[in-house]
């Protein structure tokens, strides 16, 4: 159910765990390479009693958005459509996949692979983290993610890392080099 490949998704869009379990085929136009997040997921029992994935409208009108997608996603999407016979982009049998399922298949190929414990969301904060670093600027991403604000993103999602600091510590240094150099 969880494999590298809705990985790459969530880490190449940043969606949540309900949005990306929502999405169908109909959400992506491939001609010009975006996704449209319309909808989000939640675990509920349907008219039978049978759990399922409960699809709504997002809470909040940034929520619902449309999310640029890489070329290397695209090409990954249309390998996957290829084999799909659900109209849900992430499915198990043709049907969609409830959260939690999804949430222990997650921690279950963390064990196999040996990777400490994160929950999915993590998987959040790394789309938020590298964008930065890779210099997207935070209205861009705060737009990606739904958010309401850039300071909800800066707040909640973006972390820096110590290599990233050192990096940009080093840039700074290279800047005056000349002119430490020069009063010396």
């Avoid at 990306?20 to 029992?45: F, H, M, P, Q, S």
């Avoid at 064990?111 to 209205?139: P, V």
Wanted: glycine share 6%; hydrophobic share 35%; net charge positive.
């Amino acid at each position: 159910m969880v494999n590298y490949k809705s990985i790459n998704y969530r880490i190449y869009t940043g969606l949540r765990i309900g949005e990306l379990l929502a999405l169908k085929w109909e959400d992506i136009d491939y001609r010009c390479g975006l996704l449209y997040v319309n909808r989000t997921g939640r675990d509920g029992r349907d008219e039978n009693g049978n759990y399922t994935l409960i699809c709504n409208s997002p809470k909040t009108v940034t929520s619902k958005r449309c999310v640029p997608l890489s070329r290397q996603i695209i090409k990954l999407l249309r390998i996957i459509k290829s084999k799909s016979n659900s109209q849900y982009i992430i499915s198990s049998k043709g049907k969609p996949v409830l959260i939690r399922s999804y949430q222990r298949s997650f921690e279950k190929l963390l064990d196999k692979l040996g990777i400490a414990h994160r929950g999915f969301h993590a998987l959040r904060h790394t789309f938020a983290t590298r964008a930065i670093e890779c210099g997207m600027d935070i209205k861009m991403l705060s737009e990606i993610l739904g958010h309401k604000s850039p300071a909800i993103t800066l707040n909640r999602h973006v972390h820096s890392f110590m290599d990233s600091k050192r990096k940009m510590m080093n840039k700074l240094g290279d800047a005056y080099l000349e002119d430490i150099v020069q009063l010396s």
